[in-house]
């Protein structure tokens, strides 16, 4: 079956950085577009980055030029290198894998910038 399986969470300060990372098996992880969401309390899911197959790269524009989405195919692993963090930076981080008509999504890693 799918699995995503996020790490690389924690608490840090403002300015400070992060690096998520997110395995996936059961996918064929090469062919499949990857998205980093976002979820802080009280407020909806929102997407941050995504990278297709292609390499072809999106980020939502609270976080451009701050944080960075990449990909490592041969581990079947996609990153999320955060920067310049901000306290409403904090959040639940969620990769997710469309595939289909299905959408597989990791179990969370919380993020947490104290200010």
């Known amino acids: 079956q799918v699995q995503l399986v996020e790490s690389g969470g924690g608490l840090v300060q403002a300015g400070g950085s992060l690096r998520l990372s997110c395995a996936a098996s059961?996918?064929?992880?090469?062919?499949?577009?990857m998205h980093w969401y976002r979820q802080a309390p009280g407020k909806q899911r929102e997407l941050v980055a995504s990278?297709?197959?292609?390499?072809?790269?999106n980020y939502a524009a609270s976080v451009k030029g701050r944080f960075t989405i990449s990909r490592d195919n041969a581990k079947n692993t996609v990153y999320l290198q955060m920067n310049s963090l901000k306290p409403e930076d904090t959040a639940v981080y969620y990769c997710?894998?469309?595939?289909?008509?299905?959408?597989?999504w990791g179990q969370g890693t919380q993020v947490t910038v104290s200010s």
């Open positions: 059961g996918i064929i992880f090469s062919s499949n577009n």
């Open positions: 990278i297709t197959s292609g390499g072809y790269i």
């Open positions: 997710n894998a469309p595939r289909g008509f299905e959408n597989y």
